[in-house]
């Protein structure tokens, strides 16, 4: 069935590095992603999104870039700190389905080695 | 921000018994998604709760094991019934309250041990 899952299951980076996160979808119908972050003993936290119209959307330290020819989302963390150690989640939502309603990927464990 | 509590926050349960755990949300909501997170795994949605409707289950989850009530616009409860260790699992609650308009807010979650 349609499903969104992760190429790695866990990444370890130095601090100061940057990380990328990445995230394979494979329903075409999906025009809504969201990343998340998900810190031990506490629910997801929302960290970006962006649309199926765009393919870069930059936060604060954080970007995301969509490639939907391939069906693959990343998300880039600048100068990765200590406190970005969590699991990350990509997840979407497809155009005519529930608001709020997500399909998550398998997650990311990243860990930040001072 | 929007806020989203859940109680408990955590629980020990005997097999056979059942927990129902709730979760309020800090303003009304059309919609709001319960779903589960095994040890170790991602998130699975279990049902959306609509105020005025039965919730509405997905596959694999169905009413007899996880009874759902929505009696108003900022409150839900979920119960899990007649438990087993497979029930081992965070519980976590989630509404679209972010500034996007299909962004899911999450509450705490619940962490239920089934012994």
């Known amino acids: 069935g349609e499903s969104v899952g992760l190429h790695l299951p866990t990444l370890s980076v130095q601090e100061g590095d940057n990380s990328i996160i990445n995230c394979a979808y494979s329903?075409?119908?999906?025009?809504?992603f969201i990343w998340y972050k998900q810190e031990s003993g506490k629910g997801p936290q929302f960290i970006i999104d962006?649309?199926?119209?765009?393919d870069k959307r930059q936060g604060q330290r954080v970007t995301v870039l969509l490639n939907k020819t391939v069906k693959h989302l990343s998300l880039q963390i600048a100068a990765t700190q200590p406190g970005d150690s969590a699991v990350y989640f990509c997840?979407?939502?497809?155009?005519?389905?529930?608001?709020?309603?997500?399909?998550f990927g398998k997650g990311t464990k990243l860990s930040v080695k001072p | 921000s929007a806020v989203i509590s859940q109680k408990p926050s955590r629980d020990i349960c005997q097999r056979g018994t059942s927990l129902t755990i709730q979760c309020q949300v800090d303003?009304?909501?059309?919609?709001m998604f319960w779903y589960r997170q095994q040890p170790g795994q991602s998130l699975t949605l279990i049902a959306t709760?609509?105020?005025?409707?039965?919730?509405?289950?997905e596959s694999g989850f169905v009413i007899d094991k996880f009874p759902i009530s929505r009696p108003n616009l900022t409150f839900s409860t979920l119960t899990v019934s007649n438990m087993s260790p497979e029930d081992s699992s965070i519980y976590l609650c989630?509404?679209?309250?972010?500034?996007?308009?299909?962004?899911?807010?999450f509450g705490p979650g619940t962490r239920l041990t089934v012994l």
């Open positions: 962006i649309r199926s119209n765009m």
């Open positions: 709760a609509n105020q005025g409707s039965e919730a509405t289950y």
């Open positions: 303003s009304q909501v059309t919609m």
């Open positions: 329903n075409s119908a999906s025009d809504y």
């Open positions: 997840a979407e939502n497809s155009y005519g389905g529930s608001q709020g309603n997500l399909i």
């Open positions: 989630s509404a679209p309250l972010g500034t996007s308009g299909r962004e899911a807010i």
